[in-house]
């Protein structure tokens, strides 16, 4: 242990002493992550101070490179978080002073400030994205190879019991499959003949989870043969909690299936009789599961500005992928997607629109506008249509008017919520995301800053991998008017002041496009309104003044 120390103090000297460490600490002694290294450091503070001073050093001494690692990223961690949290506790008490050098402030002239806290992803398992694909491609058949916690969780996520028979199903690894007793090959091959027998569907997914990636199945090397064998398309996607959060998980399905979408050919210029009947601009594919109904509503938005679509993806069947290729532009619908986006720039050679995404009225205008615009069509009628939105939902924006939101980052969607929000007349505080691309979402990002700015709101910070423990604790000193968190964190929360709604209910509503927009806000009103109908003795349940060491929050 004092060797580790010893270590840990003269990788941490070049930036700061010994006694400047303990007086860092100090603050934070209370939380449970710091009194392992703090205590460490106290040990061996004096003497390692003596002999940086002694003429005769000791040769240095070495430790893992993963050891090295954590210390330095653990204080540069705690700094950007100690300056990040005053910057923003400032800007909600309305203080005069400036926040500290260095500080992330959050300013309405300024530019989006981004963090990463490097937390553990406390969303949903990806391999949740079945419980909508299964029914969005109605001739698939699903396969989750994992192990009975796999089962477990999709069973009581999904509601649906065995005897329904739905066309999922799941392979349960077993001691034999995981210590390599048993041959991969035959048994996947076995239960995929049986699905053929039972339910002969047009595709078989395979969803790979965290144990085949801990044991090195290789999927990817068995499905060509099996396919080939039984006559049965087989996709396989690695929707695994170790590398992808939440909704990640229809990101690595699509990305896979974008793969096996057929080539459009390259054609000649068509005639001026050869177009008769056509659309007059590039073909336009559309990428992101979407409820029949919703991807309707879109496609008849689009149909207003003259712009027809070729295709979806996924579509209600396997078998009507849409052609892609060089000349097919394409978009996306949410902003989880960034996979499958990539995979159709690099491998199919597709023309990427990027563009915010159609979730609010503001949102759903700049996605049509920028698909316009890449196309050569002059967009009309656009800026009625928003207004009209927002008129039908004026009793909800009275609500949501200067109320303060709070995201802990849960679905991917928070960056989309965010700026539908700030155009409702919210100020968002932060926002908490488990993965940003900032690529794929440049176009929203951009359109969050002018809304920001149009609507004279601060700019959010922008965490990724957000470390709930510290989210916690800055939600407890700005108290945020709503916070959209996991299940998880929903009911302590309430039971401290804060109102609270599950941020997986936005990823099961229907939230895009114009005709949507009362669903997404009745959302987020719900529990502002259900809350300021209760006695105010109800809207805490904890004791003022109980002991600091009994809180949740502190703990």
Known sequence: MQMTGRVLSLLLAPAVTSAGMQAFLVPNRGTPAAQPLLEVLSEVSQPQTQSREGAGSSSPLV?????????????????????????????????????????????????????????NYHTFCPISC???????????FFLV????????????????????????????LEEGDISAQ?????????????????????????????TTEIIKMDMEGIAPKLEAEL??????ARANGLDYAFTQGEDTVLAAMAARCPERPLL??????????????????????????????????????????SGWMPSSKYEDLPEVGEETYVVGVNPFLSRTATTLMRRRKCKLINAPFPIGPDGTRAWIEAICEALGVVPHGLEEREQQAW???????????????????????????????????MTVLEVGIPYMDTRYQAGELALLT????????????????????????????????????????????????????????????????????????ELVTRPLRRNAGLPGEWQTFVKEGAPAKKEVLNA
């Open 63 to 119: 430790l893992g490179s993963l050891s090295i690692g954590l210390a330095a990223a653990f204080m540069r961690r705690r700094t950007r978080r100690q300056s990040a949290r005053s910057a923003v506790v400032l800007l909600a008490r309305g203080g005069d002073d400036a926040p500290a050098p260095g500080a992330i402030s959050a300013t309405g002239d300024g530019a989006l400030a981004f963090e990463c806290e490097t937390g």
């Open 130 to 140: 079945v419980s909508w694909l299964y029914q969005k491609i109605q001739d698939s």
């Open 145 to 172: 190879v994992g192990t009975k916690t796999c089962g477990y969780f999709l069973q009581n996520a999904m509601g649906v019991m065995i005897f329904a028979e739905p066309r999922y199903a799941m392979a349960e």
């Open 182 to 210: 048993l041959n991969d090959y035959g048994e996947l091959r076995r239960l995929c003949k049986r699905i053929k027998e039972d339910r002969n569907p047009s595709v078989i997914v395979w969803i790979g989870t965290c």
């Open 231 to 236: 006559g049965v398309p087989i996709v396989v």
């Open 268 to 309: 000649p210029a068509p005639s001026a009789e050869d177009s008769a009947g056509k659309p007059a601009h590039a073909p336009l594919v559309i990428f992101g599961s979407m409820p029949d109904m919703v991807a309707k509503q879109l496609d008849l938005e689009l149909k207003r500005q003259g712009i027809t679509v």
């Open 391 to 425: 008129d039908s939902v004026k009793d909800y924006l009275e609500i949501l008017k200067d109320k303060t939101i709070f995201f802990m980052g849960d679905n991917l969607l928070e960056v989309s919520l965010a700026r539908a929000m700030v155009a409702a007349g």
């Open 450 to 521: 002018k809304t920001c700015k149009a609507k004279g709101k601060p700019l959010p910070r922008i965490v990724e991998k957000p470390d709930n423990f510290m989210q916690v604790q800055r939600i407890k000193e700005l108290k945020p008017d709503l916070a959209i968190t996991g299940m998880a964190h929903a009911n302590p929360l309430e039971a401290r002041g804060i109102n609270t709604k599950w941020s997986v209910e936005f990823t099961f509503q229907h939230i895009h496009g114009f005709t949507n927009v009362r669903d997404l806000l």
